[in-house]
């Protein structure tokens, strides 16, 4: 005899036993539930046209023979998950784009680029705006409404953050010269296009959008929309005017939209987005502006440990190249844009 005693005294342990725990069957024979989602390896790719309601509009088979458009909505588990115009999204579902079908959003290409704002500067939830552009062309009136340098330098501050080159357009320059507004931007890298309301130039901007994914964004009033139309003439974007009274434009266009560029020279995208008044900065990393200055990014490795580079920086590598000559005149031009642009960022 054991230890335990006689097999009787077993029989009393069985009920510690895990393996002889009885189940109760599944009446409804249903397989358990699982977190792991499917793999979706049939998905195709689609480019995000724009968005309206919870349903998106999404090109497949882009520059190819096949190409169309389809409605997507998004899958569940990617409800928290922004997606935005310029997106490249896997689709599954019915991508005919037929009457009355629907596809489904089940996840998003890694992005090229992300163009933030937040609501102010304090705020540090980011509202994503568009995805994968690579440029940005600020539209701004020389008058009516007047040029705000200060808000061009936010945008410059946005696309210098995100790794965007920044174009400019000043529209209406029959109205007023934009000599004295530009000179604000002397020493910056920017290419810039001056349009009158009878000398639009159409071929000159549409040559730089070729082969680029080009956001356009401005103040409303200034001419945004009556430019995408010209560049794009199946856009049909709505146009407004300026308050007599205020200054201020009147908002027409209210969704992000993703639209072909067709030129002779070749194709691109312009992505329209609703005029603003404010653009908030509260998400912006200021080491990214800094590293758009290439040649002050060097220099700027000699500056003490959390140098602001300011104008009253003291013992700041650029105030001291710039002081004993190490920088000539468009180094120091460079300089004091940079330092303008930090300076927008700190509010």
Not at 79 to 95: F, H, S
Not at 113 to 133: C, F, K, P, Y
Not at 254 to 280: A, K
Request: hydrophobic share 35%; proline share 5%; with cysteine.
């Amino acid at each position: 005899m054991s230890w335990l005693g006689d097999d009787d005294d077993l029989d009393e342990f069985d009920e510690f036993d895990e393996n002889s725990i009885r189940t109760r069957p599944n009446p409804k024979a249903n397989r358990p539930r699982t977190k792991r989602r499917p793999a979706h390896e049939d998905a195709k790719i689609a480019r995000i046209l724009g968005v309206d309601r919870g349903r998106y509009n999404v090109l497949l088979g882009e520059d190819e023979p096949d190409e169309h458009t389809a409605t997507a909505t998004r899958a569940r588990e990617l409800r928290r998950t922004p997606i935005v115009t310029g997106d490249r999204a896997r689709i599954v579902g019915d991508t005919s784009g037929d009457a009355g079908t629907l596809s489904r959003i089940v996840g998003i290409v890694e992005r090229t680029s992300l163009l933030r704002r937040s609501a102010d500067d304090t705020d540090q939830v980011e509202r994503v705006i568009v995805a994968n552009a690579d440029q940005m062309l600020i539209v701004v009136a020389a008058a009516d409404p007047e040029p705000r340098a200060r808000l061009v330098d936010r945008y410059l501050v946005a696309a210098l953050d995100a790794g965007i080159r920044p174009l400019l357009v000043v529209t209406k320059t029959d109205l007023a010269d934009p000599a004295p507004f530009l000179a604000h931007f002397d020493g910056l890298d920017l290419t810039v296009f001056t349009s009158a309301r009878e000398q639009m130039p159409v071929d000159e901007i549409g040559a730089a959008l070729v082969g680029h994914s080009t956001v356009f964004v401005g103040h409303s009033g200034v001419g945004k929309s009556t430019l995408v139309n010209a560049l794009v003439p199946t856009a049909d974007r709505a146009t407004g005017h300026v308050n007599e009274v205020t200054g201020r434009g009147r908002h027409t266009s209210s969704s992000t939209v993703s639209l072909r560029y067709s030129g002779q020279e070749g194709n691109g995208w312009v992505i329209d987005t609703p005029g603003v008044r404010s653009f908030g900065l509260g998400h912006v990393d200021p080491a990214n502006i800094l590293a758009a200055y290439t040649e002050l990014a060097t220099i700027a490795e000699e500056c003490p440990r959390g140098c602001t580079h300011l104008a009253d920086a003291a013992d700041c590598a650029l105030n001291e190249a710039a002081a004993d000559g190490r920088l000539n005149e468009i180094g120091r031009s460079r300089l004091e844009s940079l330092q303008r642009l930090l300076t927008t960022f700190r509010g």
